[in-house]
């Protein structure tokens, strides 16, 4: 089982960049990278949407999103800077710059909720190997700008 979670994992980064190219080919195409991210949220709104009645998910369960902290809701604004962002970034420094950072990114935050078990994941404290890992991505990022 871990293992074909690991596999998605995999898969759902290799679909990054191939999602920023075709925002990017829309945003283009439409002159606007703010609308070209609403058509790709649009999308997926209704993908969701169909999936759920497909898969026969209780949408009742939904009502319960208005008992969140407001602070739950702002994953949507989170969604669209960063897909707003790599449409704008990708065409002008490259899918392997962009997501480079985009990596680096993830995992200095990543390390923090660990460390901190913030947002209820579990606690993972700070050590010299993850440390090493981040400075290892961010090598990488410095190789790929400069070559």
Same mark, same amino acid.
């Given at each position: 089982?871990?293992?074909?979670?690991?596999?998605?994992?995999?898969?759902?980064?290799?679909?990054?960049?191939?999602q920023?190219?075709?925002?990017?080919?829309?945003?283009?195409?439409?002159?606007?990278?703010?609308?070209?991210?609403?058509?790709?949220?649009?999308?997926?709104?209704?993908?969701?949407?169909?999936?759920?009645?497909?898969?026969?998910?209780? *949408? =009742?369960?939904?009502?319960? #999103? $208005?008992? /969140?902290?407001?602070? @739950?809701?702002?994953?949507?604004f989170?969604? +669209?800077?960063?897909?707003?962002?790599?449409?704008? *970034? =990708?065409?002008?420094?490259? #899918? $392997?710059? /962009?997501?480079g950072? @985009?990596?680096?990114?993830?995992?200095?935050? +990543?390390?923090?909720?660990?460390?901190?078990?913030? *947002?209820?994941?579990?606690?993972?404290?700070?050590?010299?190997?993850?440390?090493?890992?981040?400075?290892?991505?961010?090598?990488?990022?410095?190789?790929?700008?400069?070559?």
């Amino acid at each position: 089982m871990k293992l074909i979670l690991l596999f998605i994992a995999l898969v759902a980064g290799m679909l990054a960049p191939l999602q920023a190219g075709l925002n990017g080919k829309m945003g283009r195409a439409i002159e606007s990278p703010v609308y070209a991210a609403l058509i790709s949220f649009a999308v997926g709104t209704l993908v969701l949407f169909f999936y759920a009645l497909a898969t026969r998910v209780d *949408l =009742t369960n939904i009502r319960h #999103a $208005t008992d /969140t902290h407001w602070s @739950v809701w702002s994953a949507g604004f989170l969604g +669209a800077f960063y897909v707003t962002a790599t449409i704008i *970034l =990708t065409p002008r420094l490259g #899918a $392997t710059l /962009t997501f480079g950072l @985009v990596v680096a990114g993830q995992l200095v935050m +990543a390390t923090l909720m660990d460390h901190f078990g913030l *947002l209820g994941v579990s606690v993972q404290s700070l050590s010299w190997q993850r440390l090493a890992g981040i400075a290892l991505i961010t090598a990488g990022v410095i190789l790929i700008r400069k070559f």
